[in-house]
């Protein structure tokens, strides 16, 4: 799978994703991410990417011709056109349905704003989609790219050593997940459920499955509700 992420702070988004599971994938060959700055492109002789917004207002806005040339310099020589994400505070808010929807692209080309945001043209003209991380504002795209392909990545085949890595995850099915425990047996003065040292695979199963229902019914009332919908959708 390729990312390619046009950016104003490519080290930035390189240097976090050169670190662990993901950067192991990298060098791999599983998972490509390349960064580009958008700067590079611009032609203006001071390399300047922003001017001040039509209509007044604060803050500056990206301009369109870095933007698209950036877009260009990825996409000129390709026989196909690569899914192209805006990370946006308007966006749709990133969940795992979305997550698995991205992870059938072999493509996907990440642009990341700043300053009061960019030019609509540019995003009218090269962008398939606007995500959001959540219903709040950062600086700049970048983190939220991060986030983006972190969350898409390690569902990629061969990212993570088997499927259950991610498939027994909190929201991959639509419910938190179960609590997890590990040695020493007792610590704090809190034991591991004896369940969990049975070796009864069967009723641990059960029994996790009745956590993830508890759970989420209890933390995340919205998804509880969201599921129990879509079994009985099922049932019919």
């Known amino acids: 799978m390729i990312f390619d992420v046009l950016t104003l702070f490519p080290e930035d988004v390189d240097r976090f994703l050169s670190g662990s599971i993901i950067g192991r994938a990298r060098e791999k060959g599983i998972l490509t991410v390349r960064t580009h700055n958008i700067r590079d492109f611009s032609q203006d002789k001071h390399k300047k990417v922003d001017d001040y917004p039509y209509g007044g207002g604060g803050g500056m806005v990206m301009t369109p011709q870095p933007i698209h040339d950036a877009w260009l310099h990825v996409t000129r020589d390709l026989p196909y056109k690569p899914k192209t994400i805006y990370m946006s505070p308007q966006g749709k808010v ?24 960019v030019d609509e043209r540019i995003l009218e003209e090269i962008v398939d989609e ?67 040292l049975s070796g009864h695979h069967a009723n641990i199963e059960k029994w996790r499955f009745e956590k993830r229902l508890e759970r989420t019914r209890d933390r995340r009332p919205d998804l509880y509700e969201k599921y129990i919908r879509e079994q009985k959708g099922d049932q019919k």
């Open 94 to 117: 990133l969940n795992q349905d979305i997550a698995k929807e991205l992870m059938q692209e072999e493509h996907i080309i990440i642009l990341c704003g700043h300053y009061e945001g």
């Open 130 to 196: 606007e995500i959001s991380i959540g219903d709040y504002v950062l600086t700049g795209g970048e983190l939220p790219a991060m986030v983006l392909i972190d969350c898409v990545s390690r569902m990629v085949q061969g990212v993570l050593p088997s499927e259950e890595a991610f498939s027994d995850e909190s929201h991959f099915h639509g419910l938190l997940e179960y609590p997890q425990y590990t040695r020493p047996p007792e610590y704090l003065e809190k034991s591991v459920p004896d369940i969990l």
